[in-house]
Every structure is written in structure tokens, then in C-alpha cells.
């Protein structure tokens, strides 16, 4: 039994270890093969500007290549005017159908003649050897175009048809059905179920089909000229033409393509960028080995910090390739925005310095990139420690772009006292861009949203409001139901902001952990005015419907779309526990009965995390100190303490991590806020009446 154990518990860890390093391994692989060759930088231009730099002579032939959306548009022409898709002929399955036809009705069958069966038959085979294709393609094809044409390949032959001269399974049925030798016995043969033996006999063949679509594409030429060796591409002062730009293209490609070394070097070169980029993203499991280990174990946490350290190294590379003085336009602040966002601070800082070192090993003046990165990327840390509204990506990409210009002028001088104004220009018109594309922050943070299933500190609000959506339908409909939660989820703000926790997580979890009472609210206590309807049912049935709020929040939620994160607030709020009101007046009732739980317990599952249990705690003192007969200190300590230790023994918070220093902070703050809501007061006391002397 120990061994079964042991191996249960290794196989996800060792799982999600092999999981880590293959993806760590795949996005270092596409980091180093996006980098840009830095022994040979490309020659960056723009367009209809003069050429600023020295004369450029043609090393050796060069084909001039033409503009890619000019090739793609001549492929994508010729493609229509000749390309044809290739299908298959399979004539077996043509002679099957007709064949197990006759063998069913080929004697004739009550009201159809054996001669009108032969009709059918004959159809059936005239257009098995016309073909018949599926459904799909068929309607599709003669959508686009009414002469749109396929090559039909039996064997080694090919035929060209035009496809309104084939069948559909379709219209196959319909050509049958349009004989006129067969018009007094319709309904007799629409019973026989002529469909089950129409079938298409001629399918769409992918490999010969590309391989046509490839013969097309491969006569058209991919460049309009030559260049000779010595020939001047373009000289000092020229204006880069669109002629020009595709030549200096060209150009680019060829020197790139050139090996000027031995192949060891351009190995060597590949493998020292491995090492590097392995090295980096090394230190940052290492980071989360010995600081965030719970974020190992949590894969949307480390695949979005990966696939962050991953997309801007990307993003940045191409930059560089296309025009590698504007390189400060790429917004790696956003990276660390995120992390920031949905995760925390440290993790965001150790994320944006990997990211900005990968970036720094293509930038030539690495100490001065590394530096403004840096700077802009503690800004941003710290513009959205708390991020609660919709300003603050404004504010933040103000003060992240003040910082890039502040940092950027200071390294410029300290290198260079004598720089000229155009070239902080470039360097400033970078961070202009860089500051707008920072703005995406708010509709990219959905995204993220989605894609990773986060939520935002902006979706809690939002979700928090009470005066929409079913908040505020359970403000109208059940309003003892709704401030209930209203108080639960200040209990539970309180108790998660002490313990270090997700207030505003648990907050909004609260408000919504008891929408499901919207459906029944009359049979809930706080929602009663005197008639208890419990006292026409059965225990089972009040059971029943108690614990069916749980099953129907999960439905209103999810018909809500409100976000997992906060829907499973509404399965845990309870956990595996029992309607025990109910369960104890049945018991009582059956004294010599074994009675099953199952009926009276809760689906669950326990609580899972800090928040759900705190929500667990909150949630079931809020209620039950509404029952106390007299609040006093002694009286709201004893609750408090008798449901909270209750819960801990039995086991509702075992697969969480709640300490026990969690549990007592929150037993402390529970008392505290209870008496003050509850207005204890100290009991007097009384004036002793003493006998005269």
C-alpha cells in the first residue's frame, strides 16, 4: 500500500517535470532560431528616404526577388484560372450498391413491378458511372462557380468533368424520384429506403491535388532580374525606390545565405545562443524551484510565464531582422505587467530581467539596453501593484514612457556628451510607439484572461458590482439571501487580507456562493417572514431542495458565464458536509434505522485553497450567528469556535493550505467583527440590595 501510495504521488510530479523541460526546451529552440545572424546585421532601409550609408557593390550574381505580396497575388491567379482538384473513381462501389438493390427487390416487391425495379437500378448505375460526390464538396464547388470543374482518375486515366455534370447523393435521390416511368409508384418506393444504396463512389484525392496545386505555383518565378557582380546596388544620397529596396532585399538574402565560414562556426554560433538562452531560462526554474513552488505545480501559471519569455524574445528578433533601429518599440513592459497582474511581483521582476538578457544578446549596445529595460520594467512593477481600475493602464504607460526617455537621454550622454538630437529623436519616437502599444494592456489582459484561465483584479470589480446581473436579481428576488453574502464577504475580506490571501477573490466569491437560493428563496431562513414551508415536507425533500442550491448556482453561473475561478466558490462554500438540520430530524424520526447520508450530504467537493476555506468559515458563523439567542462575547466565541473546530475535525480542510495560524487569525477576526456588528455590550451589574444595620 505505501509503494502504491509513493508511486501516485510521483507520477504527476515526475509528469510535470518531463512537461516543464520539453516545453522550456521547445521555446528555447524557437528563441535561438528567430535570433538574427549579429555577425552579419542586415541592411535596414527606408522606403522613398535617401541611403545614408556607404556605396553598396553586388559581391556576385544575384537574383533580384520579387515583392512577396506581388508573387503571392500571381500565384493565387494563376491558381484560379488553372488549378483543378483531383478525386478518385472507385467503380466497386457502385456495382455493390445496384447489386444488393436487386438482391433485395429485384423480384418485384408489393406495388412495383420487377420492371420498375430494373428502372431504378439502371438509374442507380447511369449515375454510379457519371459519379457521385460528397455532399459537401458538391455544394460548395457549384456555389463558387456553376462551371467549376474536377479531374476524376480511375486507375491511371484522368477525365475532367464539370461538376454539375456529376451527382450529389442528393440529387442523385432526386433524379431517381424524377422518372417518369415511376410516377404511379413514389410513395411505394419512398419506403424502400433508396438512400441506403447511394453512395459516393468518387472522393477528393489530397496528394494529387497538391502536388497540382505545386506544379502551378512552381511556373511562377519568385524574381523579376538579375544583379552582376561589381554592379552598384545603390550610392550614398540615392533614394531607396521601391526598385532599389527590393535589390537591397536581395542582397540581405543572399549574404545571409552564404557560408563565409566553415560549418563548425555556424554551429558554434548556434550552440553558444542555445547555451545562453538555457542558461537564462534555467535560472528562472531555479527561481521558482526555491521561491514560487507552488507555481510548478499550477501549469497555466508557468506556461504564461514561459510562453511570455518566449513571444517577446520573438517579437524582438523580428524587430531587429526588419529595422533594428527601432528596437525599443517592442513593449516588453507589458511582460512583466502581466506576471504583475495575475501572479506577483518578484515573479513579474525575475520574468522581464530573462526576457530583456535574451533580447540584450542581439542588441549592440547591450549595457545601455539592459539598463533601460531594466528601469521601465521596475516602473511598471510598481505602477500596478494594485491594479483596481481602468486608469491606472493609462497612468502606468505614462509613467513607463517618462522613464524610457529619462533613462535612454542619461545613457545616451554618459556615452556620448557630444550626441546629436536626430539620434535621441529615433530612439524617442520608438518609446512614443512603444508607450500606445502599452495601452493594449487592458484588451490583451482578456485575452489572457481566456487563454490561461486567470482572472484580473478589473473582472472581480466588475464582477463585484451589485447593481447588474444576477447580483442584482438577488438583491430584488432574495434579499436576506443577499446580505447575507454581503456580510459573509466582508468576513472573508477581512480574515484573506490578514492571512495574506486574495481579498477581493474571496470577496467576490462571497457575493456569489449563494445564487443558487435565487430559485427556492422562500425555503431559506433569511429569506422567510414568518411561514416556514419546510414544515409541509419531508426531511429528505427539504434536504433536497437545500442542498440543490449549490447545483442550481453552478447553473445560473455558468448560464452567466461567470468565471471558474469564482463559480467553484459556490460548489466548495459547503464542501462534502451534511444538511445536518435535516439529517438529524430524520434520524430522530427513524431512531432504529440505518440511515443513508448520501441524500442529506453535499455534492462538493472540500475546499481546495486559502480563499475557499475562509469563504467556508465566514459562511457558516455569518449563518449561524444569526440564530444565537443573546450576543455577548462568551456566547459568540463559543460559536465561533465550536463551528470552526468542528470543521477541522472533520476534515473539510485537508486538501488545502490552511494553517492552523490561518485558522486562528480567522476564529479572532470573526469574534471581533461579530461583536461589533452585533453590538455586544459588557453586562452590568446588579446594585446589591443590603439589609439595614
Keep these: 500500500m505505501a509503494m502504491e501510495n509513493v508511486k501516485t504521488t510521483v507520477a504527476p510530479s515526475l509528469r510535470r517535470f518531463v512537461t516543464t523541460i ?37 559581391p556576385g550574381e544575384i537574383l533580384i526577388q520579387k515583392d512577396a505580396k506581388q508573387v503571392e497575388q500571381e500565384q493565387q491567379e494563376a491558381l484560379r484560372n488553372e488549378y483543378v482538384p483531383y478525386y478518385s473513381f472507385d467503380a466497386g462501389t457502385g456495382k455493390r450498391a445496384v447489386t444488393e438493390f436487386l438482391d433485395k427487390y429485384g423480384e418485384g416487391t408489393d406495388g412495383v413491378s420487377a420492371y420498375l425495379i430494373h428502372v431504378v437500378a439502371d438509374e442507380m448505375a447511369r449515375m454510379y458511372q457519371e459519379g457521385i460526390m460528397p455532399q459537401m464538396d458538391y455544394s460548395q464547388m457549384l456555389e463558387q462557380d456553376s462551371l467549376a470543374a474536377i479531374m476524376v482518375v480511375n486507375e491511371k486515366e484522368g477525365e475532367r468533368r464539370l461538376v454539375r455534370d456529376c451527382y450529389s447523393v442528393k440529387s442523385a435521390y432526386e433524379n431517381i424520384f424524377n422518372d417518369s416511368r415511376l410516377d404511379g409508384v413514389r410513395p411505394l418506393l419512398q419506403k424502400m429506403d433508396i438512400n441506403q444504396y447511394l453512395h459516393s463512389n468518387i472522393k477528393y484525392d489530397a496528394l494529387r491535388s497538391e502536388q497540382a496545386r505545386q506544379d502551378i505555383l512552381a511556373t511562377i518565378p519568385t524574381n523579376s532580374g538579375v544583379m552582376k557582380q561589381g554592379q552598384e546596388i545603390i550610392n550614398r544620397g540615392d533614394i531607396v525606390t521601391e526598385e532599389r529596396a527590393r535589390m537591397i532585399d536581395s542582397y540581405n538574402a543572399f549574404t545571409s545565405s552564404r557560408n563565409d565560414g566553415s560549418l563548425s562556426s555556424i554551429y558554434l554560433a548556434n550552440g553558444v545562443q542555445m547555451l545562453y538562452v ?70 513579474a521582476f525575475m520574468t522581464h530581467i530573462i526576457i530583456v538578457l535574451i533580447c540584450a544578446a542581439t542588441v549592440p549596445d547591450r549595457f545601455e539596453f539592459i539598463t533601460v529595460q531594466i528601469v521601465a520594467g521596475l516602473v511598471a512593477i510598481s505602477a500596478l501593484r494594485e491594479l483596481s481600475k481602468r486608469s491606472q493602464i493609462f497612468a502606468s504607460a505614462f509613467f513607463i514612457f517618462v522613464s524610457y526617455i529619462v533613462s535612454y537621454t542619461i545613457m545616451k550622454f554618459l556615452g556620448n556628451r557630444e550626441i546629436g538630437f536626430e539620434t535621441l ?4 519616437a520608438s518609446f512614443t510607439a512603444n508607450g500606445i502599444l502599452l495601452l493594449l494592456t487592458y484588451p490583451l489582459m482578456f485575452l489572457v484572461e481566456k487563454m490561461f484561465g486567470f482572472i484580473s483584479p478589473v473582472t472581480l470589480f466588475e464582477l463585484s458590482d451589485t447593481n447588474r446581473g444576477l447580483l442584482r436579481r438577488l438583491s430584488e428576488e432574495a434579499p436576506g439571501t443577499f446580505q447575507h453574502s454581503i456580510m459573509v464577504g466582508n468576513l472573508a475580506a477581512a480574515i484573506a487580507t490578514e492571512v495574506g490571501a486574495k481579498s477581493l477573490l474571496v470577496r467576490t466569491g462571497a457575493l456569489y456562493h449563494d445564487i443558487g437560493k435565487l430559485i427556492h428563496p422562500v425555503f431559506f431562513t433569511e429569506n422567510q417572514s414568518g411561514i416556514n414551508p419546510h414544515t409541509r415536507l419531508q426531511p429528505q425533500d427539504s434536504a433536497r431542495i437545500i442542498i440543490g442550491h449549490v447545483t442550481e448556482g453552478l447553473k445560473l453561473a455558468e448560464k452567466n458565464n461567470i468565471p471558474d475561478v469564482v463559480r467553484i466558490f459556490i460548489q466548495t462554500h459547503h464542501g462534502r458536509g451534511l444538511a445536518k ?15 443513508d447520508e448520501a441524500p442529506f450530504r453535499y455534492p462538493g467537493p472540500n475546499p481546495f485553497s486559502q480563499e475557499q476555506a475562509i469563504l467556508m468559515m465566514a459562511d457558516a458563523v455569518e449563518a449561524a450567528s444569526r440564530s444565537l439567542s443573546e450576543y455577548t462575547e462568551e456566547s459568540i466565541a463559543s460559536l465561533v469556535n465550536n463551528i470552526i473546530d468542528t470543521q477541522v475535525r472533520e476534515g473539510y480542510f485537508a486538501e488545502c493550505p490552511v494553517t492552523f495560524r490561518d485558522i486562528a487569525t480567522a476564529k479572532r477576526i470573526l469574534i471581533e467583527r461579530l461583536k461589533t456588528m452585533h453590538h455586544t455590550r459588557i453586562q452590568y451589574p446588579e446594585l446589591e440590595v443590603r439589609g439595614k444595620r
Excluded at 529623436?425 to 524617442?428: R, S, W
Design 22 to 58: 520539453m516545453m522550456t526546451l521547445v521555446c528555447m529552440v524557437l528563441i535561438v532560431l528567430a535570433m538574427p545572424n549579429t555577425e552579419k546585421p542586415r541592411l535596414s532601409y527606408t522606403l522613398n528616404e535617401p541611403w545614408m550609408a556607404p556605396q553598396l557593390i553586388c
Design 278 to 347: 538555457f542558461m537564462l531560462m534555467s535560472a528562472f526554474l531555479m527561481y521558482m524551484r526555491l521561491f514560487r513552488k507552488d507555481y510548478l505545480e499550477k501549469p497555466r501559471s508557468l506556461v504564461m510565464a514561459i510562453t511570455l519569455m518566449t513571444i517577446f524574445p520573438l517579437l524582438h528578433s523580428l524587430v531587429m531582422r526588419l529595422n533594428p533601429s527601432v528596437v525599443y518599440i517592442v513593449p516588453l513592459c507589458l511582460a512583466p505587467m502581466f506576471i504583475r497582474v495575475f501572479l506577483d511581483s518578484r515573479t
Design 425 to 428: 529623436n529615433i530612439g524617442y
Design 581 to 595: 438540520y435535516f439529517y438529524t430530524t430524520y434520524k430522530n424520526a427513524h431512531p432504529d434505522e440505518e440511515v
